[in-house]
């Protein structure tokens, strides 16, 4: 008997074989598209000015990623955002602002991320806020921009530590990680750093330390760091209020009799205004980049960089 022979079994071609498979592949991908989009995979921080960005960085590390939406070197008092601003903003899974109108550009933006449901956090919410009159030469006439309190909180470095001691568990919260490590961490740093810098600023002489500014920004620096305010080239909280003949006339006064060695200008200080009154005066003009990171982005940096430019100014 010869071999037998099966009937042959009817196989797919080759072309038809490789589409199932390209469907069957596809098949999980497409199930997830309706999840797909803005918010989904890594959770997102959005922080609204560089020096927060700087601090959020080190609480979150690796466990979301972070967004800052202003520039580096923006003036955030007329910061004004884009649509994808807007859009990072509402389906950020978390937003860090400042606060006490610092960022007046940004509320309608803002706003809008409360309505989507985005959970927000006020940095000024969690701190001893400064008030006018505390430890400078001004008239509590309510004309300081951003109200009676002042938001610029980032210039003292245990100011930020309580920030921190805050942000690590509503941020943990929203991001579904464990920050308390990273806080502790920070925390020591912010401690550290507040120690080096008084001790770099001990140079200076009771006489000298009096501090003239472009505007009222410098008020916790001062504050920690056993200064005096005389006045600003623009009073207010806000680098948007417009400045007074009547008041720098005030100012000059003030400068000239207690001998104040050097006038602090910063981003938003009119220079031509600061160069006739240091011109007029006979001393320094030195710029503070207090709304500017350095290079390497790092807040540490930031403050070294502030007490240096005071140091410059006021060291005999």
Request: hydrophobic share 45%; charged share 25%.
């Amino acid at each position: 008997m010869g071999s037998r022979r099966w009937p042959r079994r009817s196989t797919p071609g080759r072309a038809v074989v490789a589409a199932v498979a390209l469907a069957l592949a596809l098949v999980p991908a497409l199930a997830g598209c309706d999840d797909a989009g803005p918010g989904a995979g890594e959770p997102t921080v959005a922080v609204t000015t560089p020096l927060l960005g700087a601090i959020v960085r080190e609480v979150v590390g690796d466990a979301a990623e972070v967004d800052v939406l202003m520039p580096n070197g923006a003036d955030p008092h007329d910061f004004a955002p884009s649509a994808r601003d807007v859009e990072e903003l509402t389906h950020a899974d978390l937003v860090v602002e400042n606060g006490l109108g610092l960022e007046q550009g940004l509320e309608e933006a803002l706003d809008e991320a409360r309505r989507a449901g985005v959970p927000i956090f006020t940095a000024t919410d969690h701190v001893r806020l400064r008030h006018p009159g505390e430890g400078e030469e001004l008239e509590e006439d309510g004309e300081h921009g951003h109200g009676l309190e002042d938001p610029h909180i980032w210039m003292d470095p245990l100011t930020m530590r309580d920030v921190v001691t805050a942000l690590a568990p509503a941020a943990g919260k929203a991001v579904g990680a464990d920050l308390a490590p990273a806080a502790a961490r920070e925390e020591r740093r912010l401690v550290a750093l507040t120690r080096e810098i008084r001790h770099d600023l001990a140079v200076i002489p009771a006489g000298r330390r009096r501090l003239v500014t472009g505007h009222d920004s410098m008020g916790y620096f001062a504050d920690r760091f056993g200064f005096s305010l005389v006045g600003s080239i623009i009073p207010s909280f806000s680098s948007q209020a417009e400045v007074s003949a009547g008041e720098l006339a005030g100012l000059k006064r003030r400068v000239e009799g207690l001998g104040v060695p050097a006038v602090f200008t910063e981003l938003g200080t009119p220079r031509n205004v600061a160069e006739a009154l240091g011109g007029e005066l006979g001393i320094r003009v030195i710029e503070v980049p207090s709304h500017t990171l350095p290079d390497d982005g790092s807040y540490a940096s930031f403050m070294r960089t502030v007490a240096n430019a005071v140091l410059e100014g006021l060291a005999p």
